[in-house]
């Protein structure tokens, strides 16, 4: 199933995309009981937004083998966590903004897990038992600034920073996915889940043991080889196998 949140006017809410494309409304959310209801829309008619409006957003460092290596840094002992704020979430074809204080903005294409249900010490066993569904995300980062900063925060948390969409898919086997990211129709990253240091299940179960996750929570579960800068007028796409295509507009601060 395909749930996609979406405005039509001031109005926003929840859908499920059908077969034939069209968009059939819920009566409230997919992280509550929800009903199909008898409006449809056309894509046309309606303007896609990030899928979910997450309390937080939770990104991985260092998750896919190449990628590590790539850095110069060994594989990890535990997940390397730290925090997006909300304020950085858009949704497709949204535009990303880059940031005066940097000279270096790169893109990092990452599988995005929504979580469907409150989760506080979930074992690895249980922990996909609590997913709602997986999207595509973009875990914008100001390069510059994360090798200059102690922590991540500034680097990663300017407004635009965390483009998520289209959809949350289900039934998805997440360690099984191909994952591209393309500039301007130019690959810049290519990879397959299957690289993934930790897991899913893993990265569940060991971040609902420090915080509890909340229904629409997001884990940004890391990004493989690849990454390079973004510029003024550039389109970067993230593409994930089964999932579609994330595409946001790229615009300068001047």
């Known amino acids: 199933m395909r749930f996609t949140r979406f405005a039509i006017g001031s109005t926003i809410g929840y859908g499920t995309v059908e077969d034939d494309g069209r968009i059939r409304a819920m009566t409230t959310t997919p992280f509550l009981p929800w009903q199909p209801t008898d409006e449809y829309f056309t894509p046309e008619q309606v303007r896609v937004l990030a899928p979910a409006l997450p309390s937080k957003v939770v990104a991985i ?70 997913v709602l569904g ?67 299940a893993s990265l569940i179960a060991f971040v609902s043991s420090v915080m509890t996750l909340l229904p629409g929570d997001v884990i940004l579960t890391g990004t493989p080889d690849g990454i390079s800068p973004l510029a003024d007028g550039d389109n970067v796409e993230v593409e994930i196998q089964n999932i579609g295509i994330l595409s946001n507009p790229v615009r300068g601060s001047g």
Do not use: W
Not at 87 to 106: C, K, L, Y
Not at 161 to 185: N, Q, S
């Open 61 to 130: 460092g260092l998750n896919y083998r190449a990628h590590a290596e790539e850095t110069g840094r060994g594989l990890p002992e535990e997940p390397m966590i730290f925090i997006k704020p909300t304020t950085s979430v858009i949704g497709p074809g949204e535009t990303i903004v880059m940031p005066p204080q940097s000279q270096r903005v790169d893109h990092e294409a990452e599988l995005a897990v929504v979580m469907g249900r409150l989760a506080r010490n979930v074992s690895e066993a249980e922990a996909l038992e609590y």
């Open 134 to 200: 997986y999207t595509c995300a973009n875990d914008v980062t100001a390069r510059d600034l994360q090798l200059k900063d102690v922590q991540f925060t500034r680097a990663k948390g300017f407004d635009t920073f965390c483009p998520l969409g289209p959809h949350i898919v289900t039934d998805l086997d997440a360690g099984k996915l191909d994952l591209e990211c393309r500039v301007r129709g130019e690959v810049r990253q290519h990879s397959n889940t299957s690289d993934l240091v930790f897991g899913v």
